[in-house]
């Protein structure tokens, strides 16, 4: 099977990297707006989105919790993508040449002992690709760019310096959204769960909502907390739990939540990554 899989940002970000590691062979889209990767799935443009949602050194991604729940997509498979942070310049430049190096705020963060060490200059790229494809229009040769491998592929950039992230174990998981749910069982490994709910307006609810999960021997590896509409006192929870919802001990678990939840919606149903270990 292949299809067309939509991500946020341009040929080269590390969300192309991750479509290319769950869907290898298929046709990538790039999307200007995490809501243009969610709309051209919802169009039929696309048969799948790739969003990343958190990241190990730097938490939950912005927006993504609260664009999943009017999203109308289903969760079918996530990723796990290593951010390997490569220095990138001209062909034929080398490291000692490079006075700055461009790249989103984040990724700049992600070497700050790497760019001192070597003095560099961090200059603010609007993202990863888009400072890569700069830097080869640019025609500069002490000027660099922080971004995949992939991106130095595409703009013909070479590669001066490999890994320099501060952080060795940089890890950005990626959630794969499909218009159509897949509840089968896929694989011979763990399957994942993902929900929101939010709790009936009563003493202890969250409490009582989510003792079914302990008492039940559910291993709960996400709780998020939002609010609903801007209001201090709506609160919605974005949930990941390992098992399948056919499970009994999981069946019961959520037979339980949705007794003291006002509201209750199953994003998805998935097989682990391998990389959550």
Request: hydrophobic share 45%.
């Amino acid at each position: 099977m292949s299809g067309r899989i939509a991500f946020q940002g341009e040929p080269g970000a590390y969300s192309h990297e991750a479509c290319r590691q769950a869907r290898p062979g298929w046709e990538v889209m790039p999307c200007a707006t995490f809501e243009d990767a969610i709309e051209a799935v919802r169009r039929g443009e696309a048969d799948l989105a790739a969003l990343p949602v958190e990241n190990s050194t730097y938490g939950r991604v912005a927006d993504m919790h609260a664009l999943l729940p009017g999203s109308g997509l289903h969760i079918i498979d996530e990723a796990f993508v290593r951010v390997h942070i490569n220095l990138l310049g001209l062909p034929g430049a080398t490291l000692g040449q490079i006075g700055a190096a461009m790249s989103h705020t984040v990724l700049l963060g992600q070497c700050r002992s790497f760019l001192r060490d070597h003095g560099i200059r961090p200059v603010t790229g609007a993202d990863t690709a888009g400072s890569a494809r700069h830097v080869a229009e640019a025609g500069d040769p002490t000027m660099a760019a922080l971004a995949s491998e992939l991106a130095g592929e595409i703009y013909g950039l070479e590669v001066l310096a490999r890994q320099i992230e501060d952080q060795s174990n940089n890890t950005t998981r990626f959630i794969i959204m499909s218009r159509e749910a897949d509840l089968a069982r896929r694989g011979p490994g763990l399957m994942m769960t993902s929900f929101l709910f939010s709790v009936r307006n009563i003493p202890a609810a969250l409490y009582k909502a989510l003792g079914g999960f302990a008492t039940n021997g559910v291993n709960m590896t996400k709780l998020e907390s939002y609010m609903v509409g801007g209001s201090f006192t709506a609160t919605a929870f974005l949930a990941d739990v390992e098992g399948h919802p056919e499970d009994a001990h999981l069946a019961r678990a959520l037979e339980e939540l949705r007794y003291f939840s006002a509201s209750f919606t199953l994003l998805g149903v998935y097989p682990a990554d391998p990389a959550r270990g």
